[in-house]
């Protein structure tokens, strides 16, 4: 299967999006800026004391005790303001972090399915899993240390160039070399993050696709492949490691050397100042600890800034899904009728690759319509896009009579469910009560979700019992019982079935067949159908060849046409005496 991985945003976007994030609560961020700010004014205090200090000690008028007790109030004062600061960011950084993963969670779920399917888990799951957790390590701690040590620098700065312009000079030293490997860095450090997550992600679908077909894999020996591609994947994410590590190999050690080189400076070059007169022992004395105190915001800001890269990459992989073009565009138009058609449709799952060419079919409300037809030749497919499920390329799929016909892609999801519902052999069994199972499909008292039970045989647990994993275990007829009973709920007027019972036991098909039947009594049914005699019990027959449907009539129309369906039915009923046994017939496909 061939992934195309879901979109990045763009440089542009992901500022936007930051910009947005960091304004929402204007409030909260400027008082957690105020007490960072008031907790960094504090802790300057300190050296300017200390110059003092060492300046009245020289001239032997130095008041020792006073000094020392200030000192204490002030580091006192700034470790009460930082608890508080940490606290107000912390406060910020996770209420932001809740509201990007409700974001996301919704880009997700607004995502077409055909896209998902298309991108594979592999992708998805990474970025739900790996990239969210990366963001919240940015959220949680880069953002706030990089915005607190900014403030700390700014203050410090100020209170250095307070101190005295001419010794604030040497420290500046540093400025150039820090800038100019800042600039190299983060040119590359974007794109090289950007290409770990691709390669991790890469990573993460061989070998979750390998797990998922492990029968496959071993059935059709393509262990050596598959370890092949693994081994692919492995090495292209250590490239993409080996390059940022790189950056940071370079990064790291001129920054280690930029650290020690302003105090050098200041100590030396302000050494100078003073033996010519130009600068007072406090001020040389005060510039010196401002330099070394900037050390710590400044590796801070440095380490935290290469962590603000990884997380930036995350949130453009975060916010691309939200790049995908919608494939529904909900208005406010109801459908009048309950009559499905499609018109002209054609569906790509690659470009350029129709599997459906300028299908036309209307169904009439009430009947029972069969759709058969060799493997491959588009049932499935017609089926999704009946259900709404997949929306056409062109042409288009409406329901409801005349000019009261909506397309099913302008519907809500919620609306469209109330008109038409897919009926797969996938039955997921949500995690949660069979109660939270049943209100998915609609809000539902309990009284009507008990009615729906018994309308499809319920024989499972009541509706507080834990089903899903770690739950109870259902059956697999349980699991299809529960789908149908979210189908009674719904209550669509129109059902697409496609091979809804072939996986189980015949005993329990049997008996799902007669649940079912209760549960399609009454709608329009278009059944998908992989066993002949569905076909001959339908209202009518539609064959689908290559993509078209060649064939539509009833039963007895399309025997007397004696076309494709007449052959496959000769075929099928010649060589076995008994219904339901098509096993071997070309009309039977292996599940997928
Ligand atoms: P049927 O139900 O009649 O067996 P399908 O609708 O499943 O046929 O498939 C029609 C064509 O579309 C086939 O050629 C199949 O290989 C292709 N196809 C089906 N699903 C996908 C998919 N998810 N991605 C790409 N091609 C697909």
């Given at each position: 299967?061939?992934?195309?991985?879901?979109?990045?945003?763009?440089s542009a976007?992901v500022?936007?999006?930051?910009r947005?994030?960091?304004?929402?609560?204007?409030?909260?961020l400027?008082?957690?800026?105020?007490?960072?700010?008031?907790?960094?004014?504090?802790?300057?205090v300190?050296?300017?004391?200390?110059?003092?200090?060492?300046?009245?000690?020289?001239?032997?008028?130095?008041?020792?005790?006073?000094?020392?007790?200030?000192?204490?109030?002030?580091?006192?004062?700034?470790?009460?303001?930082?608890?508080?600061?940490?606290?107000?960011?912390?406060?910020?950084?996770?209420?932001?972090?809740?509201?990007?993963?409700e974001?996301?969670?919704?880009?997700v779920?607004?995502?077409?399915?055909?896209?998902?399917?298309?991108?594979?888990?592999g992708?998805?799951?990474?970025?739900?899993?790996?990239?969210?957790?990366?963001?919240?390590?940015?959220?949680?701690?880069?953002?706030?240390?990089?915005?607190?040590?900014?403030?700390?620098?700014?203050?410090?700065?100020?209170?250095?160039?307070?101190?005295?312009?001419?010794?604030?000079?040497?420290c500046?030293?540093?400025?150039?070399?820090?800038?100019?490997?800042?600039?190299?860095?983060?040119?590359?450090?974007?794109?090289?993050?950007?290409?770990?997550?691709?390669?991790?992600?890469?990573?993460?679908?061989?070998?979750?696709?390998?797990?998922?077909?492990?029968?496959?894999?071993?059935?059709?020996?393509?262990?050596?492949?598959?370890?092949?591609?693994?081994?692919?994947?492995?090495?292209?994410?250590?490239?993409?490691?080996?390059?940022?590590?790189?950056?940071?190999?370079?990064?790291?050690?001129?920054?280690?050397?930029?650290?020690?080189?302003?105090?050098?400076?200041?100590?030396?070059?302000?050494?100078?100042?003073?033996?010519?007169?130009?600068?007072?022992?406090a001020?040389?004395?005060?510039?010196?600890?401002?330099?070394?105190?900037?050390?710590?915001?400044?590796?801070?800001?440095?380490?935290?800034?290469?962590?603000?890269?990884?997380g930036?990459?995350?949130?453009?992989?975060?916010?691309?899904?939200?790049?995908?073009?919608?494939d529904?565009?909900?208005?406010?138009?109801?459908?009048?009728?309950?009559?499905?058609?499609?018109?002209?449709?054609?569906?790509?799952?690659?470009?350029?690759?129709?599997?459906?060419?300028?299908v036309?079919?209307?169904?009439r409300?009430?009947?029972?319509?069969?759709?058969?037809?060799?493997?491959?030749?588009?049932?499935?497919?017609?089926?999704?896009?009946?259900?709404?499920?997949?929306?056409?390329?062109a042409?288009?799929?409406?329901?409801?009579?005349?000019?009261?016909?909506v397309?099913?892609?302008?519907?809500?999801?919620?609306?469209?469910?109330?008109?038409?519902?897919?009926?797969?052999?996938?039955?997921?069994?949500?995690?949660?009560?069979?109660?939270?199972?049943?209100?998915?499909?609609?809000?539902?008292?309990?009284a009507?979700?008990?009615?729906?039970?018994?309308?499809?045989?319920?024989?499972?647990?009541?509706?507080?019992?834990?089903?899903?994993?770690?739950?109870?275990?259902?059956?697999?007829?349980?699991?299809?019982?529960?789908?149908?009973?979210?189908?009674?709920?719904?209550?669509?007027?129109?059902?697409?079935?496609?091979?809804?019972?072939?996986?189980?036991?015949?005993?329990?098909?049997?008996?799902?067949?007669?649940?079912?039947?209760?549960?399609?009594?009454?709608?329009?049914?278009?059944?998908?159908?992989?066993?002949?005699?569905?076909?001959?019990?339908?209202?009518?027959?539609?064959?689908?060849?290559?993509?078209?449907?060649?064939?539509?009539?009833?039963?007895?129309?399309?025997?007397?046409?004696?076309?494709?369906?007449?052959?496959?039915?000769?075929?099928?009923?010649?060589?076995?005496?008994?219904?339901?046994?098509?096993?071997?017939?070309?009309?039977?496909?292996?599940s997928?």
């Open positions: 299967m061939s992934t195309e991985i879901l979109p990045v945003a763009t976007q500022r936007a999006h930051a947005r994030l960091l304004l929402r609560h204007p409030r909260a400027l008082g957690a800026l105020a007490l960072h700010a008031l907790a960094a004014v504090a802790g300057l300190t050296p300017r004391l200390l110059g003092d200090l060492v300046e009245g000690v020289e001239r032997g008028d130095a008041d020792i005790d006073t000094v020392a007790l200030a000192i204490a109030g002030f580091v006192v004062a700034q470790g009460v303001l930082v608890r508080y600061a940490y606290y107000a960011s912390a406060r910020l950084g996770e209420r932001i972090l809740a509201e990007l993963r974001e996301f969670v919704g880009r779920l607004a995502l077409p399915l055909s896209r998902v399917e298309r991108a594979g888990t992708d998805l799951l990474s970025r739900t899993s790996r990239d969210v957790d990366t963001l919240s390590n940015t959220v949680r701690h880069a953002a706030p240390e990089i915005l607190i040590s900014l403030l700390s620098i700014a203050f410090t700065l100020g209170a250095l160039a307070l101190t005295g312009p001419l010794v604030a000079l040497p500046l030293v540093v400025v150039p070399l820090l800038w100019g490997v800042m600039r190299w860095y983060l040119r590359r450090a974007g794109a090289g993050y950007e290409r770990e997550m691709v390669a991790w992600a890469n990573m993460t679908d061989g070998l979750a696709e390998t797990v998922h077909g492990a029968r496959t894999v071993d059935a059709l020996g393509l262990a050596e492949r598959r370890m092949r591609r693994c081994d692919d994947d492995i090495a292209g994410s250590y490239r993409a490691e080996r390059y940022t590590l790189r950056l940071r190999t370079v990064l790291f050690p001129v920054a280690e050397f930029s650290f020690v080189l302003p105090v050098a400076a200041t100590v030396f070059v302000g050494g100078l100042f003073h033996i010519h007169g130009m600068a007072s022992l001020q040389v004395t005060a510039a010196t600890l401002y330099v070394q105190q900037l050390i710590g915001p400044v590796d801070v800001l440095l380490t935290w800034l290469d962590e603000l890269q990884l930036r990459a995350s949130l453009a992989r975060l916010l691309g899904v939200g790049n995908v073009p919608p529904r565009s909900p208005g406010g138009a109801r459908p009048d009728g309950e009559r499905l058609a499609a018109r002209g449709v054609r569906y790509a799952y690659r470009g350029g690759h129709d599997v459906l060419h300028d036309d079919l209307t169904l409300p009430g009947e029972r319509l069969a759709v058969v037809g060799p493997s491959g030749a588009g049932k499935s497919t017609l089926g999704r896009l009946l259900a709404g499920v997949d929306g056409p390329r042409g288009t799929v409406t329901v409801g009579e005349g000019a009261g016909a397309p099913l892609v302008d519907l809500p999801l919620d609306d469209l469910r109330g008109h038409v519902a897919l009926v797969t052999q996938d039955h997921h069994v949500f995690r949660g009560t069979v109660r939270d199972n049943l209100v998915m499909a609609r809000p539902v008292t309990d009507e979700a008990e009615a729906a039970l018994r309308a499809v045989d319920w024989d499972g647990p009541g509706l507080d019992a834990l089903v899903g994993s770690g739950g109870e275990a259902l059956s697999p007829a349980q699991a299809q019982q529960l789908a149908l009973a979210r189908l009674v709920l719904a209550d669509p007027h129109t059902l697409v079935l496609d091979e809804a019972t072939s996986l189980l036991d015949p005993r329990a098909a049997r008996r799902l067949e007669r649940t079912l039947a209760a549960v399609l009594d009454g709608r329009t049914v278009v059944a998908i159908a992989h066993r002949l005699h569905t076909a001959h019990d339908a209202d009518r027959v539609a064959v689908v060849e290559n993509g078209r449907v060649t064939e539509l009539g009833t039963h007895d129309e399309l025997i007397a046409a004696d076309g494709s369906y007449a052959a496959l039915w000769s075929s099928w009923h010649g060589d076995s005496s008994r219904h339901g046994d098509s096993s071997r017939h070309g009309d039977r496909e292996p997928r």
